[in-house]
């Protein structure tokens, strides 16, 4: 049996659920992702917000023929690409269901799979992540770096992020007010939503291969995202620097003593190649911490800056009454029943 948000037990009430979609040059993928969806949510009511992140094909096209003839389908279109993380929080931005899903335009994201979180989140779960039992028609190369990924986030980062989980989350309205009252800027989601805790469960899945098109992650996206997902979460590369310093510095205090006795005892050789593999090593060391201080001074310099995390263009068939949070959080009390 489970408790409802406010106390009595009982299933949750569902007034509307918000299907929240990121969607850039997707032409051929989108319309079999409309008729999935509302096929999959026959008997549930809710809104299908699409977030166009700067689309350069015909998609801008296929959303606004979408939103005329189903007012179900908000479209937000961006001002240019902002980046699928940004575009998924544009989307959630302007969702109003009291339950949210977030999930990707190719069809990767089964939205059957929708139904099995709701029921979770009717028992009460307030955050439900799908997890992938399996991949279908994904790269070697990309499920390589995806599991080194997250071997690497699960050493370095404070979140525990269960491996295989991506960005499709069912979310309460409760949980999704405290994640859009983080506006940073080099956003990784998935974390964000385990941060803000609540209650979490997990929903087995098997992640299909791409309907149509390829993927829009280029190998610097994906780069990008991998140091925004553990500069967000993690300070230890900066901690790992410091150790190293350390670590070499007493190298170099015990090597002193030990060319002072070798001088003293005259079996010293002058070695030019050993001073220049040191002095190499530790320009590069050096080089490298400097670096990683570099990535984090640089994410400080964009949030101190304050812009807007994103821009739009125009809305289609979003209600007046949705503001979205940038660049003010939104207050929970006033969100909550719209669209009843
Ligand atoms: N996407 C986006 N902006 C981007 C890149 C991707 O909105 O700059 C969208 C894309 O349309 C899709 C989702 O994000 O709906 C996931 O992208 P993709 O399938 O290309 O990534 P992959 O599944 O290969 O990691
Ligand atoms: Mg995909």
Redesign the pocket.
């Known amino acids: 049996m489970s408790t409802s948000v406010n106390g009595e037990s009982g299933p949750r009430p569902l007034a509307l659920l918000s299907v929240v979609?990121?969607?850039?040059?997707?032409e051929a993928?989108i319309d079999e992702f409309y008729s999935r969806v509302c096929s999959a949510l026959e008997d549930v009511r809710f809104e299908l917000v699409l977030?166009d992140?700067?689309s350069t094909d015909t998609t801008p096209a296929a959303l606004d023929r979408l939103a005329g003839v189903d007012p179900r389908v908000h479209v937000v279109f961006l001002s240019r690409?902002?980046?699928?993380q940004t575009?998924?929080t544009a989307g959630l931005d302007h969702a109003r269901g009291n339950a949210v899903v977030m999930l990707?335009?190719?069809l990767?994201d089964p939205p059957e799979v929708i139904l099995r979180m709701l029921d979770q989140w009717r028992a009460g779960c307030d955050v439900v992540y799908a997890v992938r039992e399996q991949r279908e028609g994904?790269s070697r190369f990309?499920l390589a770096t995806a599991n080194w990924f997250y071997r690497l986030f699960d050493k370095l980062a404070q979140v525990d992020l269960q491996h295989n989980s991506?960005d499709f989350r069912l979310l309460d309205r409760a949980a999704l007010n405290a994640l859009l009252s983080m506006r940073e800027r080099n956003r990784f989601l998935r974390g964000m939503t385990v941060w803000v805790g609540y209650r979490q469960a997990a929903v087995p899945y098997r992640r299909d291969a791409?309907y149509a098109?390829?993927?829009?992650?280029t190998l610097p996206?994906?780069m990008k995202f991998s140091l925004d997902a553990i500069s967000s979460f993690s300070h230890r590369p900066l901690q790992l620097a410091t150790l190293f310093g350390f670590l070499i510095s007493t190298l170099a205090f015990v090597a002193i003593p030990v060319v002072i006795v070798l001088r003293i005892l005259g079996s010293y050789l002058p070695g030019f190649s050993s001073i220049t593999i040191a002095v190499l090593l530790l320009g590069g060391i050096q080089l490298i911490a400097i670096g990683i201080i570099g990535e984090y001074v640089g994410r400080i310099y964009d949030e101190v800056k304050g812009r807007p995390l994103y821009l739009v263009r125009s809305r289609v068939n979003v209600p007046e009454d949705v503001t979205p949070a940038s660049p003010l959080p939104p207050v929970a009390a006033d969100r909550e029943g719209i669209g009843e």
Request: charge should be negative; proline fraction near 3%.
């Open positions: 979609a990121p969607v850039y040059n997707e993928t977030v992140d700067g690409n902002f980046g699928h575009a998924l990707d335009a190719d990767q994904e990309k991506g791409r098109g390829h993927t829009k992650y996206k994906m």
